[in-house]
């Protein structure tokens, strides 16, 4: 279940466009579900977001992480200070809260592409390209338009192509 429910129907609603949309329709979409994605449904929580995104962008990762938390203390169902926080331990070399956030947020969210394509690229990260591409591929069915994600999941087949499974 998503934060807001009159929120979740709009995001459902977006998700089950993105997922026939044509290539030329599909960035708007996606820009429409990640705006539905930074709503909490508390300007306060919002604000808490935005300052973690920003001393992201910033590179400090601690204060990042510190907004992050403060949110998902106060709004413990707002799955994008999940993503948000997972992206930061990511940058830290943390993977393993990072996987914990990223398995909240799809919890939360099961359609979270963005989420998805992150958990992907940590399973890279860790030498485990067979699981890297099931991910790739779940995050592709969502969003057949994701920029590089065919392309990773083509690589990545090349790579483990003759490996024992």
């Known amino acids: ?20 949309a044509s290539e030329q329709e599909a960035p708007r979409l996606e820009a429409e579900i990640e705006g539905e994605w930074q709503r909490s449904g508390s300007a306060s929580m919002d604000l808490l977001l935005q300052r973690g995104q920003n001393a992201l962008a910033a590179g400090d990762t ?3 992480i510190d907004h992050f938390s403060a949110a998902i203390d106060h709004a413990p169902d707002f799955a994008e200070a999940y993503n948000s926080r997972a992206a ?3 940058q830290e070399g943390d993977f393993g809260p990072a996987i914990t956030d990223i398995g909240q947020v799809l919890r939360l969210d099961p ?13 890279e990260e860790m030498d485990r390209p067979r699981e890297a591409i099931e991910a790739y591929r ?9 920029p590089g994600v065919r392309d990773t999941i083509d690589r990545l087949t090349a790579e483990t192509d003759g490996q024992e499974i």
């Open 88 to 90: 930061a331990f990511f």
């Open 1 to 20: 279940m998503l934060a807001t429910p009159a929120g979740a129907a709009d995001l459902d609603a977006l998700y089950d466009r993105l997922a026939t």
């Open 138 to 146: 779940a995050a592709f069915a969502i969003h057949p338009h994701l």
């Open 62 to 64: 601690a204060a990042a």
């Open 111 to 123: 359609r979270h592409f963005t989420a998805i394509t992150g958990l992907a690229l940590m399973l």
